[in-house]
T-cell receptor, first 113, second 112 residues
Framework: EDKVVQSPLSLVVHEGDTVTLNCSYEVTNFRSLLWYKQEKKAPTFLFMLTSSGIEKKSGRLSSILDKKELFSILNITATQTGDSAIYLCAVEAGGRTGNQFYFGTGTSLTVIP | KAGVTQTPRYLIKTRGQQVTLSCSPISGHRSVSWYQQTPGQGLQFLFEYFSETQRNKGNFPGRFSGRQFSNSRSEMNVSTLELGDSALYLC???????????FGSGTRLTVV
């Protein structure tokens, strides 16, 4: 069964801390892995990863994929209260009816001033 | 550039009814995908349309269907509503897969 597992489920840190969010997956015909930030309703796209070992970076956020060990991490350095959100990991996989997207249940991050 | 627009924002229906949700993608985006989000199951992929054709499909029963028009606007229909269909339905559009998908604010459907 295809699945995406995120850990931890929730995290509370202080401003300025660095956090690492994990996403492991088991899917057939992996295509890509995506990270999203969901604050209220609409998830916001962060990164798309398709190749192992190539770090993607945007400001204080960075992410990397390991296709051998089947996981990805999302790092946030110097956290700010505005980083408080649910971070979703999604994996795109090829299937009989075309590509499908499998989402993890998310990591809820709370940054305390 | 206007974002992804979903209508209506909120909807209350009774069991057995059917419902149609609408999604207008960002101008120029030809791919539209639909998702169901519930507290218990998280975000689940329903289907994706590209140039009026269903390109990808998730593991949902046939009561869930959709279509895309020539202007890329998409509709999702759920027939014979069940209590378990109560959820936030999100639509997302994209012009290039490697840019990810931009989500709308969703339609909150409550089935009573």
């Amino acid at each position: 069964e295809d699945k995406v597992v995120q850990s931890p489920l929730s995290l509370v840190v202080h401003e300025g801390d660095t956090v690492t969010l994990n996403c492991s997956y088991e899917v057939t015909n992996f295509r890509s892995l995506l990270w999203y930030k969901q604050e209220k309703k609409a998830p916001t796209f962060l990164f798309m990863l398709t190749s192992s070992g190539i770090e993607k970076k945007s400001g204080r956020l960075s992410s990397i994929l390991d296709k051998k060990e089947l996981f990805s991490i999302l790092n946030i350095t110097a956290t700010q209260t505005g980083d408080s959100a649910i971070y979703l990991c999604a994996v795109e996989a090829g299937g009989r009816t075309g590509n499908q997207f499998y989402f993890g249940t998310g990591t809820s991050l709370t940054v305390i001033p | 550039k206007a974002g992804v627009t979903q209508t209506p924002r909120y909807l209350i229906k009774t069991r057995g009814q059917q419902v149609t949700l609408s999604c207008s993608p960002i101008s120029g985006h030809r791919s539209v995908s639909w998702y169901q989000q519930t507290p218990g199951q998280g975000l689940q992929f329903l289907f994706e349309y590209f140039s009026e054709t269903q390109r990808n499909k998730g593991n949902f029963p046939g009561r869930f269907s959709g279509r895309q028009f020539s202007n890329s606007r998409s509709e999702m229909n759920v027939s014979t509503l069940e209590l378990g269909d109560s959820a936030l339905y999100l639509c997302a559009s994209s012009d290039r897969v490697d840019y990810g998908y931009t989500f709308g604010s969703g339609t909150r459907l409550t089935v009573v």
